[in-house]
């Protein structure tokens, strides 16, 4: 691979000076954080050659600490304030909401979150209110003075502002009137990340339900946790549609097909022990596990897109290695794009992912058809956008170990030396993509190879994270180069070649450009006016134990023994993959085995104090809503067989509505044979059936 982009790169070489601008474009919204252009004087009374003596140095690339909301700074702790902005096709901007003018110190404010109706005539974007903070790190002082003794001089404040919020509320634009319709807003209630679902409802995340997020086995930890919700833009007839979620689900997206898809935080029981984190029995990085899910409008039928099974740190097939995913888009082909990357320390920057949906009811290819844990149920046509970017927690590519001459850009003097890294994708008219650019090393863990390709010699403290690190590397390149500047471009081909083919839409150095969406008819993109339309479930279902107005729905399966819960490495209890990665056998056993089928309730966690309330590998309080038979025999006690000439093992059941809920495969005595591992739960009468057990392919 390596060498295939070196090859591409060198019969390029980058002829481009300057990237090439938009002028004529349709109509787009975003929002612009205030990025930090500041310098920082770094005073300290540091040893050198045994002489203590005050030393100041001027430090650059300060904006390589600005935090963009991610999976990790999702409700607070990101760069503010943040304005939204309206550009019509030629380039002429206005403030739509103005945060950057009237925030203060302890009144600030970042209008995030921008999803545009059908008919293209309303904005609906989140407001997160709070004060602002300074960064802040320690100091390392060879960073203050490269010849300096190696001491901690302790913490610094730096210029980079961060918005400590408490709470978020929903906004609604009228592109034609230019009136702001607010819904009001609760101290420690955040309703965010709006999803048009019709021209006048919306889905979004809340906390609204005040529920916490699971428990991880050996953490003492349960965050603020989210919910989609559902709305009128007028506030009226909010309904909770997302049973299932007891954890976090973040922003959410309407698809082409009338699911709407979502980030969902997936650390129930086992699922975060799928490899460990540089120790036995630990597990991986938890913020790490969001995987793409869709649900029905209402919350029917919610099962996973991308990611709930696939990662090993290990590439897919297609070339990126899954982390957290997040921020959908779906382009005129149906392409869903989302990016991927490593929480926290990259500003929601790393690669651009496109898979092509599945069937119904399919996740991607079989665990038995790949020979790498990374691809199991990954969906069979995935895309990379770009492999000149990475999704790993470190700095990004230079473009010298790619084999590229820099980029020159028109923001700044000196070439790029790095690729940079991608986020943000938005769908625009012609199967054309949106997305956010991050140029620069847009890490706070940094590697400090780009030195030598450049010539230099690096200086000591430009390797790692923390200690004024990252700054340090910056300030030694001695370039006018940014620590990362996020703006907003189009693709010219896909995949991307180099980050010299995509075209400028808007890019400032004040400010940081993201969460892009072109303010059009939905019908200019996808050539129809708005997605198909799924009833709630208790409308499209008729069946005589759902009566009008019922509290239950029904469950079944056609088969309990046509599954796919075998572990991939079998049952050895020797590795990390046995339960947590790709099925949940907990012994082997024959299907003559399975006798019944278990439903366990669980229960929201509802304080941040739960962790010392329970105490099991579940995370969650668990009950027994009830188990039942599967042998199913005729009246005269012989063994019923099914259409494909396998022993009836089918199910349909009555069981309550809005509850999250496992299934777990029984033997004749209640032992647990196999197990879920995700939550589930009915609408009002919803009749959900499956073909068997976990069969995802």
Not at 371 to 388: E, K, Y
Request: charged share 20%.
């Amino acid at each position: 691979m390596r060498i295939r982009i070196k090859l591409i790169f060198t019969i390029i070489l980058f002829c481009l000076f300057e990237l090439s601008i938009a002028y004529a474009q349709e109509p787009i919204v975003y929002s612009r954080c205030k990025r930090t252009t500041d310098t920082f004087d770094l005073t300290a009374n540091v040893t050198i050659n045994g002489q203590s003596q005050t030393v100041t140095r001027t430090m650059t690339g300060l904006d390589i600490y600005d935090v963009l909301p991610d999976v990790t700074n999702f409700f607070s702790n990101f760069s503010a304030p943040c304005d939204l902005v309206y550009r019509d096709p030629n380039g002429v901007e206005t403030v739509i909401f103005d945060c950057s003018s009237t925030s203060t110190q302890s009144n600030a404010c970042a209008a995030l979150d921008a999803a545009v109706s059908f008919d293209g005539n309303t904005i609906a974007f989140s407001v997160f209110r709070g004060s602002l903070t300074n960064y802040r790190e320690h100091i390392h002082s060879q960073v203050v003075h490269p010849d300096a003794d190696p001491v901690d001089l302790g913490y610094y404040d730096f210029p980079n502002k961060r918005l400590a919020t408490t709470g978020a509320h929903l906004h609604f634009y009228n592109v034609s009137t230019k009136q702001i319709q607010a819904l009001p807003f609760n101290t420690g209630v955040y309703d965010s990340g709006p999803a048009f679902i019709s021209n006048q409802r919306i889905a979004f995340t809340s906390t609204r339900d005040d529920h916490t997020t699971t428990v991880v086995w050996g953490t003492t930890e349960s965050k603020k946790g989210t919910r989609i919700w559902t709305v009128d833009i007028d506030g009226k007839n909010p309904d909770l549609a997302s049973h299932h979620s007891l954890s976090q689900e973040q922003h959410p997206f309407m698809l082409r097909d009338g699911r709407v898809a979502y980030s969902s935080w997936q650390i129930f029981g086992g699922l975060p022990f799928r490899y460990s984190n540089n120790g036995a029995g630990t597990h991986t990085t938890i913020d790490n596990l969001f995987h793409i899910y869709a649900q029905d409008p209402d919350g029917a039928e919610n099962f996973p897109i991308y990611g709930q099974h696939s990662g090993d740190h290990t590439k897919s097939y297609f070339g990126a290695d899954h982390k957290a995913a997040h921020f959908i888009t779906q382009t005129s082909d149906d392409r869903i794009w989302f990016a991927d990357y490593y929480r926290q320390n990259n500003k929601g920057l790393g690669v651009l992912v496109g898979v092509m949906p599945e069937p119904k009811g399919q996740e991607g290819k079989s665990p038995h058809e790949v020979t790498s844990h990374a691809d199991f149920f990954v969906p069979r046509d995935a895309i990379n956008f770009a492999d000149w970017t990475h999704s790993d927690d470190t700095s990004s590519f230079t473009l010298g170990w790619l084999g590229a001459q820099p980029i020159s850009h028109p923001n700044y003097a000196d070439p790029l030396p790095f690729a940079g890294k991608l986020g943000h994708p938005a769908a625009l008219p012609n199967n054309g993509l949106m997305m956010a650019w991050g140029k620069g090393a847009c890490s706070v863990v940094v590697n400090n190879s780009v030195f030598n390709e450049l010539g230099k010699q690096a200086p000591p403290l430009t390797s790692g994270g923390g200690s004024g690190v990252a700054m340090n590397l910056v300030t030694s390149l001695e370039m006018d180069t940014p620590g990362c500047d996020v703006g907003l471009y189009r693709a010219t081909q896909i995949p991307s070649q180099h980050p010299g083919d995509l075209e400028m839409v808007v890019d400032s150095k004040d400010w940081h450009e993201i969460m892009g969406r072109a303010v059009v008819p939905y019908a200019n993109i996808h050539g129809v006016d708005h997605p198909d339309t799924i009833e709630r479930a208790d409308v499209r279902t008729s069946h005589p134990s759902l009566e009008t107005g019922t509290p239950f729905g029904l469950l079944g399966a056609a088969s309990v023994t046509d599954r796919e819960t075998d572990p991939k490495d079998g049952i050895h209890f020797i590795g990390e993959h046995q339960f947590n990665l790709q099925g949940t056998d907990t012994i082997d056993y024959t299907d003559d085995e399975l006798c019944g089928v278990r439903i366990l309730g669980n229960m929201p966690n509802r304080n941040r104090n739960v962790v010392n309330e329970i105490a099991n590998i579940a995370g969650e309080r668990v009950t027994i809503l009830g188990e039942f038979p599967v042998l199913n025999r005729h009246a005269d006690g012989s063994r019923a067989i099914d259409a494909s000439g396998h022993p009836d093992t089918s199910f349909l059941v009555r069981m309550p509505a809005n509850m999250p809920y496992l299934m777990q495969g029984i033997d004749c005595d209640g032992r647990t044979l196999n197990t879920d591992q995700t939550w589930q739960s009915l609408r009002p009468g919803e009749q959900k059936t499956c073909n068997g057990c976990h069969v995802h392919s």
